[in-house]
């Protein structure tokens, strides 16, 4: 249902809404929740029918994409022994970081970037890389070309093509349903390596 009424979301929700939205997903643990790059790749269209100025938009999403991904390091510099041994609860799922774990193992530092387009690891990734100690400035040169790639590239894909394809307003649904299925594969792999591997 969420999809349906995701840009009245995004326009309800404002600059102030959609750069604390996309803050909280990038590192801090109860963000994973919120709806990511297709609220991107929404306000990027709403930007391009006149809803919201690009030249703020995407400069205010990869700050926020940017400081997000920083909390998130420090948060697992400062608690990630704590976070490992936190049990379950409604906003904190251990499954969640043993995944961006596993991601960050596989990928190593490249991790930052790659991780900034998989559900769930976009949150937890820079979380991990504070809880092993990667070098501050080797993440915070992988978290500033993910926050480019992901934050302003896919709203700008948006924008993009909501100014040359003005009927795409029209097919939102299923676009927004295929960024969510493709962001969704590398999960669904990591998941099929696994059940492999037993």
Known sequence: MLHFDLPLLVQALGYPGITIAIFLESGVPFGFFLPGASMLFTAGLLASQGFFNPFILIPLITIAAILG?????????????????????????????????????????????????VPIVRTFAPIVAGIVGMNYRTFAMYN?????????????????????????GEYLTPIILTIIFVSCIPLAWDLIKKRGEI
């Open 69 to 117: 991904d920083n909390a998130g390091y420090w948060i697992g510099r400062k608690f990630g022994v704590k976070l490992f041994l936190r049990p379950d609860s409604r906003f904190f799922k251990h499954s969640h970081l043993e995944r961006a774990k596993r991601f960050y193992d596989a990928y190593g530092t490249r991790a930052i970037l790659l991780g900034r387009f």
């Open 144 to 168: 500033v070309i993910g926050a480019l790639a992901w934050g302003a590239g896919v709203t700008s894909l948006g924008y993009f093509l909501g100014t040359k394809v003005p009927i795409i």
